[in-house]
Structures are given as C-alpha cells and as structure tokens.
C-alpha cells in the first residue's frame, strides 16, 4: 500500500512539472529559426522651385542613389507639394536604375520645405536573425527539443534567393495570364529530346591539338 501511495504522489509531482514547464517553441517540428522582413526608408530632399529640379539637383539625386545602390526590391516615392510636377523628372532618373515611382509616398519625419520636394526610397530585406546557431548541443536532450539552428541553412538560403522580399510577407496576385505552351515547353522538349544511351561514344582527344 505505501509502495502505491508513493507512486502516486511521485507521478502527481511529475505531472504538476510537465504542466508548469514554460511552453518551448523548439518543442515542436517547425523551425523557430524563420526569414525576418526588415523595411527601412531613405530620404533625399532637393530644391525643386515650381515643381523643377533646380540645377544640379538631378546630379545629386543620381550620386545619392548610386550609393544606396538601388535595384530590384526597392520603391521609390516622390513626396512634397511639387511631387505631381517633379514625378517625371525624378522616373527619368530612377529609369536608369530599371525602376519605377511607385504612387503616393510612406510617411516619414520632418516636413517637406517649400520648393522642394522628397525622393523615398523604401528598402526591404530579408534575413534569419541569429544564424548560424550553436548556443548548445543537441545532446543530452532530456526535453525532446530540435537543435538551436535547424531551418537556419535552409531559410537563410531562401531569403537570400527571393528576388521581393515583400513577396514573403503577402505573396503576389497572378495577373490573370497564361500561356499553356510556355507551361509545357519545359516538358515537350524533355520528351522529344533522344535518350543519351542510343548515341556513340564521344571521342576526346586529351594531347591538344
């Protein structure tokens, strides 16, 4: 009887710690180690009297962006009261660099001056904080937990390859268009394409000519 009673009191106090124990996020399958999108905003403010820029202005503006390195994944507004004036302007610049103003502005800090207005860029990057990851070992693992960077190869890989970051927070609608044959382009030519075995051995000559 007392070796009863010792067993329950002992699977009580066992049970009260599995439900006390914090909830783990690495107790599961998915990874916790996952692709974070960042955003940060650029400014450039230029003297644009009546919605022209000013001279010299789209000289500075092109050496501005040059060192930000704008490309692919990058929005551009045109903020101000002149910004309907100076947007064409300003897209000629951006043109260079393969992309487009993009409608309306984010809102940034400080007021536009008067006879100027604000070029935005809006950068977006993707990344997986705290890869690589090694703050333990994976054993002894009492409480059945993945190893600290597992999904860090992987998803670091990933975030590196998309081209938008933006398109892992909210994917991208189709445009409604397809194209059967370019679908199975891919696949036609695989299939009409001659077995490698049916052809002669190539001879190679390993001397030089």
């Known amino acids: 009887m007392r070796s009863k009673l010792a067993l329950l009191v002992l699977g009580s106090v066992l ?23 960042t955003s940060a905003e650029y400014v450039f403010d230029a003297a644009a009297p009546g919605g022209s820029l000013a001279p010299g202005e789209g000289q500075r503006l092109t050496a501005w962006l040059q060192n930000l ?25 951006v043109g260079r660099y393969g992309l487009l103003v993009q409608a309306g502005a984010p809102v940034t800090a400080g007021m536009v001056a008067p006879d100027s207005v604000r070029v935005v860029v809006s950068r977006r990057r993707a990344m ?12 002894p693992n009492y409480e059945n937990r ?19 970051p933006v398109d892992l927070i909210h994917g991208r609608e189709g445009s409604g268009l397809s194209s059967p044959e370019t679908v199975t382009k891919a696949i036609e030519t695989y ?14 000559n390993t001397k030089g000519n």
């Open 15 to 37: 049970a009260g710690c599995v439900a006390g124990a914090p909830n783990k996020p690495d107790r599961g399958m998915a990874p916790v180690n996952i692709p974070v999108v």
């Open 69 to 93: 390195g704008v490309g692919y994944g990058d929005s551009i507004y045109v903020d101000g009261g002149y910004a309907a004036r100076a947007r064409g302007q300003v897209a000629e610049i």
């Open 128 to 139: 997986v904080p705290n890869c690589p990851n090694w703050e333990r070992g994976d054993q």
């Open 146 to 164: 993945s190893i600290p960077g597992l999904g860090c190869a992987v998803n670091s890989n990933y975030a590196a390859m998309v081209a938008d």
């Open 191 to 204: 299939r009409k394409a001659s077995p490698t075995g049916t052809k002669a051995l190539q001879s190679a």
